[in-house]
């Protein structure tokens, strides 16, 4: 009977683990989608929300991990952009030395 009560409560944890891991996920999703919407964003296929949706999710997981920071992160325009096009805007960097 013991190990029933175990089961019972790892099996608990897991739904627990499952509904929160579900709910923070929900919780992204909505969030990206108001800043797509406060942003005038606009994706032409599934493949690009994903894109978009994922660059974004890394620019959030980077604001959040900052702390005790003597600056404020947040989002803008460019949270939903690859780090290459980020790059693009800014000109790519020569790897080269240039002869003198």
């Known amino acids: 009977m ?4 175990k089961f019972t409560a790892a099996f608990a944890l897991a739904i627990t683990a499952n509904t929160a891991t579900a709910r923070s996920k929900i919780d992204l ?3 990206f989608l108001q800043y ?5 964003k606009n994706y032409q296929t599934l493949a690009e929300f994903e894109l978009r949706l994922n660059q974004w999710r890394k620019t959030d997981d980077l604001i959040k991990s900052k702390k005790n ?3 404020t992160l947040s989002h803008n325009k460019f949270s939903d ?3 290459e096009e980020k790059q693009n ?4 960097k020569s790897k080269v030395m240039p002869k003198k």
């Open 29 to 31: 999703e909505r969030d």
């Open 89 to 92: 805007l800014l000109g790519k």
């Open 81 to 83: 952009w690859t780090p």
């Open 69 to 71: 920071i003597s600056y």
């Open 36 to 40: 797509q919407a406060r942003e005038g």
């Open 2 to 5: 013991a190990s029933f009560a």
